[in-house]
């Protein structure tokens, strides 16, 4: 199995918790959330994220509200619930627990 | 030069070459499909639109009016697959992580670039073998079996649905569920398509005829229908609109040779009875009774043929109401052929394993001959005056 197979679910599993990440840091609309990713190597496709929007709304851990566009239409801006807030607090805490694991195994 | 279609994207109107609309409709559809379980769908999709809409802008300005075919690949290929936001089997997001995933395979007949109908093709996709073998095992087979694999070609043909939209495609070759592989199959059939528009033209032009015809004599059918009261327990039937299912389609294609079959069988035994009665006099060993004429026999026959068949009619017919109309003249065809050929194996059966079948037909000739020369006089001399003198 090639390292990139392996690797692609890390990647897929961690990205709802990137993406809280981002929508905790400001809020953004899903252009600007690309923007950040495509950089990073968590680089990803509208394809993908408007499903996983809906369902982190349909969780209730973010929300949005519609905001005028200087061009075009408006857009949708998203923003973290209460909820979301505390479920982003748990997953940092966790990542830090799987950081400190594995900092520990390697001496 | 490319023909332009316009669309509608999320209330944004573009306009786009052929092709590109195409693979554009591929993606869409492809993208409804991955979120059919998804509670979201509708506002996914809408937004999906919109954010297609926003990259179709980018390549217009006043003096380019127009989004090319490579520029909506570019696009699609930005915008990524649509996956199921739940779907735990999903592959990373970065293209090239692309895996074939299993879609349900089915047969269909492919049309393009078949030689007859498309079955072969429609094999081959599904089987995933080269089309030329399935061509060449199944003139093996014909040549084999004495002509019954081309028999089973022709009943093939009529069961076995075409693949015409480019979710059956997907469906008939198995193909990769992704959006990426769809686009390509789209390319696809966008380079084919081209060389056939001339003649697709002529043949849509023609469909359409049909189709009014059809539609204009089904209006005058049903018009007519209560006030001569021939039908009156048939409901009134909404219009067609979508074509059969694949498994209407497949069922209509299996219980249409049945009826058939059965209504040739019950042709052939009404035919015996017939000519039995008009040579001889007698229903199976049974002499008619002398007080009804010959051509009050022949009536009651008629009619009672009628009332046999009348129920295996209706039930056809239904069969053709509750689908796609213009696909009756396919199962309307397929009825006729496989009747003639059960009517001609009946006979050819009852006259070689039923003795008295056997005399008749041998007996045709004199019988004939002693109805003289057929005119009107004779003839009703020969059959009733005749005999109802005799018997006096």
Known sequence: ??????????????????????????KVYVADMLKLLSETEFATQEGTLYPLLSKLRREELVDYEWKESEAGPPRKYYKLTAQGRTQLATL????????????QLEK | MEKVVSINLNGNAF?????????LRAYLERAAASLQENPDRAEILADIEQSIAEKCARYLNERKTVITRTEVDAILAEMGPVEAGDSQSATGSQAGAQTRTDAPKRLYQIREGAMLTGVCQGIAAYLNIDVTFVRVA??????ATFGAAALIYVVLAFIIPYADTTEEHAAAYGFAATAQGLIEQAKRHSESFRARQEWRRGWHWQQRAWQRHWRR?????RAQAPVGGSTPSMPPVPPPIAPPSYVAHAVL????????????????AWAYVLLSMLTTGTIFGWKLPVEIPVWASILILVVLYGMITAPLKALRFIGYEHQYAPYHHSFGALHGVVWLAATALFAWLAYHHIPEVHALIDNLPNAW????????ETFLHDLEIDRLFSRQ
Request: charged share 20%; aromatic share 10%; net charge positive.
């Open chain 1, 1 to 26: 199995m090639p390292i990139s197979e392996k690797l692609a679910p890390l990647r897929k599993g961690l990205l709802e918790f990137v993406i809280l990440k981002i929508i905790a840091a400001d």
């Open chain 2, 217 to 221: 004599h089904e209006r005058r059918m």
């Open chain 2, 253 to 268: 294609g299996v219980t249409t040779p049945i009826f058939a079959i059965v209504h040739a069988a019950a042709f052939v």
């Open chain 1, 92 to 103: 940092n805490d966790y990542w830090k627990e799987i950081n400190r694991t594995l900092a």
């Open chain 2, 15 to 23: 306009q786009l070459e052929e092709p590109g609309y195409v693979a």
């Open chain 2, 369 to 376: 001959h002693r109805t003289g020369t057929f005119n009107v």
């Open chain 2, 138 to 143: 199944f003139v093996i087979l014909a040549f």
